[in-house]
């Protein structure tokens, strides 16, 4: 794969390193009257604020919000970093050679109209921005949703919500629907982000250059993708197995049924693939293949909070019978187990439980949900006296909560006792070193229990917050963790090869 | 199969009758004080508002929220039909025989302390329960949490907030934690039952005879089933055989894991058995097998909403390209496809659609999310017309319409039109003969979004009023029709038969 671009005076980190953290950045397509990308997107960098220079591009001139419209890029009376643009497809190229020649860096390029119309005009638009790229200018997109990077609070498209927290989850996606998706599930799931980049049509920059860098990326320890088409299989598939040598990469791979297919050519002008070429590709090259968006979100998660080990007994634990049946099935259809303790540490288990009604062979079956985290506290650092067990697991069902909370007038969130548990908890996780894992399902979504959705959101935020995932139900749970032990062993299986 | 009981002189429709509709219930074990299983049930009958006559017993006499306690169920000055039973393990076969002596047709023991716990105290108590009930008296439980009937107002144990509302769906579980956690998914994810069975132990009436009397219940029209262990299978496959051949039974087998067959004898008392056995023999009846608790929920929630048709083309539209390439993927992994729209009628559909980065081949990708009502009934009409279709298929992502509220001044409740949505959708539907089903993502779930998880809360009401199934994502939604479609299949294939 060669990186043949003009301005060889700069390594490639250091290009990524001002893609992701330029000092200063114009907005090339601001409206004065405010609407349409380019004020939506300038909106949403000083909304997140943004830590660099800004400036605003309208070729009419003008003010926005008091701020100065120059009438081109190269009227800006400073350096540019990094250009967003978003002008209408037809004024595109000519905005972007101005760039180039203004010495921006690179670009990010939120126009739609190219060759995912199908239409020639759109093709031929295309071929020109990807002409001028090569002549000295690095773009993203364009029909993209652009970059989001915490630290320096670059941000996509409609992502005034994003938050300002970095983390070591990098996420590369062609859609940008997928990008605005997964920034904002990580927001409230607790994935916190190194990059992520939604490149669109990938006219210069894409999935095997980006994928390449993360690679060697200290921020990022973990990738995440969403690709339809790749441009050049083959490379693509090099880099892949390369960075998943040295950490995971997740990937969600579209368009691989006819209509996905179709699809994907309408969507961002690449081509699918057969279903089965690509996902035997795929795992081969050693990535951790993933159906759909919350599969793909829980897999990172786990990835994100867990240690990179062979994961494979559980003791799981919580309040409620079918749950604990229902918790064997789950283990085993992930290829989990949970090991049956022996009388003496179960006998020690049930001394914290009430009686009767509460059985401890794992699963951990309290006799009612109210149990609190002194019993848990107890019930897991017993359980991690056996070397069996790899990892805990707690269900709690919030809910039940309520009809107490209002026998005893007081509120829902000052009721359950979520801060100490999780305080507990990440204890437990410390002192044993075997990680704890959540899982709080959500089974009254009425009208009449908001009380309850809000607990839950806020005693999942105290638990994400010690760093301990939050899953809604056992299935996510115990299939994101079989994903991180399914990667260790690839990974022994890898290096033990003569 | 015998029905063989004393009481011969009743026929079993007739006892089914008095037990899903007793005119008078005696709640026995209601402590004074309140607390405990007797005053929670006793509390619950009058919040749902039971339709019957409601007798509250306690050994010691007393009162109890001004309503006299009898010391016996001997003492009440009146027929008692059906008997709840909350009283400690070692009271309860005495206080079975007073209710036997009393003539009470029918009895719930919600009280635990018998097999489950393995002791042989316990199991000699269940057997004592076992030979009364033999005598005289049918039993339900112990270690249950009873019957549900919206329409008679019987509820099971944590049950005051369980609707009223009648409606088709029958369950029976083993479990009692399985039934009252089905129950409360039900009441906003729009099952409406008929019956809801708990029946714990099962020591008299468990899923056979159950599952024989709602084969033929006018009533039910689909029945979900929760079973850990069975005590007969052979004499359940029988009945399960014939009851698949006229509706759908979906069940959920527990315990089919070495941990979730250790897990069912401690929970109640059953054998589980092998994983490998149990499912072939459950499909070979003509079971719907299904996973988990959500799969459950929303196999039965496609049962209830969608016509018994083999459906295999759907035409998914909404806003968001990923979804769209999501769509076709998620299809094929069901066995269902999305039908490429010709020319024509992809040429009409677009003229509904914003210009540009709107496309209509199916997926049917409208460029933003704001996109209305109206369009949409042209877009599913317009797509009707297509004989490959079988079902509409509409994706939602409301909190798009977050920023734009904020900027309006106006609150989301105000700005998204899905009551009107629910309306035009329902008339597609009944118009065109093809079903409109949903599909709502929560991908804002963080402590500053409880107004878009309210919004989505009472979007998903109006459209359930509308007999609109609404499924939280694209996988479920798909799987949960693919259920349909196969049970369509299995009733073709089993007719065709020489």
């Known amino acids: 794969m060669a990186y043949a671009h003009p301005d060889t005076s700069r390594s490639r980190d250091d290009l990524f390193d001002r893609i992701f953290h330029p000092q200063s950045v114009a907005v090339i397509g601001v409206s004065s009257r405010g609407g349409g990308f380019g004020s939506g997107i300038l909106d949403s960098l000083e909304a997140i604020g943004f830590e660099g220079r800004l400036y605003a591009v309208n070729a009419r001139g003008g003010r926005y919000k008091g701020r100065k419209l120059y009438e081109s890029v190269l009227e800006i009376p400073d350096e540019v970093d ?14 972007l050679e101005e760039c180039r020649v203004k010495g921006v860096l690179a670009s990010e390029i939120l126009s739609s109209g190219f060759s995912e119309t199908g239409t020639d005009e759109g093709k031929r638009l295309e071929e020109r921005i990807a002409a001028i790229s090569r ?17 320096s609070g670059l941000t996509l498209l409609p992502g005034p919500d994003l938050s300002r927290q970095s983390g070591e989850v990098a996420f590369l996606s062609q859609s940008g629907g997928m990008a605005i998706d997964l920034a904002n599930i990580g927001t409230w799931l607790g994935l916190r982000f190194s990059k992520v980049v939604s490149y669109g049509n990938g006219v210069d920059l894409r999935e095997t250059e980006l994928l390449d860098y993360l690679g060697s990326d200290p921020q990022t320890r973990v990738v995440g993708m969403y690709i339809e088409g790749v441009r050049d299989a083959r490379a693509f598939l090099d880099v892949l197995t390369k960075v998943s040598a040295v950490k995971p990469v997740v990937v969600l791979k579209g368009g691989l049924s006819d209509a996905g297919a179709r699809m994907v050519a309408s969507h961002t002008g690449s081509l699918g693939g057969s279903r089965v070429l690509w996902e035997a590709a795929l795992r081969q090259a050693g990535a951790v293949v993933v159906d759909d968006i919350w599969d793909l979100a829980y897999t990172l998660l786990a990835f994100s909070m867990l240690p990179l080990r062979d994961y494979r007994g559980v003791c799981v634990a919580g309040g409620g019978g079918a749950l604990g049946v229902s918790a064997g099935d789950a283990a085993e259809r992930e290829g989990l187990t949970l090991p049956a303790f022996d009388e003496t540490v179960s006998d020690r288990i049930l001394a914290c439980l009430p009686r009767p009604g509460s ?53 829902l969130l000052e009721m359950v006792p979520y801060r100490e548990l999780a305080r507990v908890l990440a204890a437990v996780r410390d002192d044993t070193g075997k990680p704890v894992v959540l899982v709080m399902p959500d089974y009254r979504q009425g009208t009449d229990s908001i009380d309850i959705g809000e607990l839950i959101r806020h005693a999942r935020q105290a638990f994400v917050e010690h760093g301990l995932p939050v899953f809604p139900d056992l299935s996510n749970a115990l299939r994101a963790t079989s994903r991180v032990s399914g990667y260790v062993r690839m990974l022994r299986a890898r290096t033990s090869r003569p």
């Open 82 to 95: 990094f250009a967003v643009i978003a002008v209408p497809a037809e004024l595109v190229p000519e905005v």
């Open 359 to 411: 059985s401890a062979r794992n699963p951990v079956d309290a006799a009612n949900p109210f149990v609190g985290p002194d019993a848990f506290d107890h019930v897991f650092r017993i359980a991690a006296t056996d070397d069996r067990i790899d990892m805990h697991l707690l269900i709690q069902l919030l809910h039940h909560y309520r009809p107490l909370a209002r026998s005893m007038g007081v509120s």
């Open 135 to 151: 002549t000295g200018i690095r773009v993203i997109g364009p029909n993209c949703f652009g970059v989001y990077c915490p630290k």
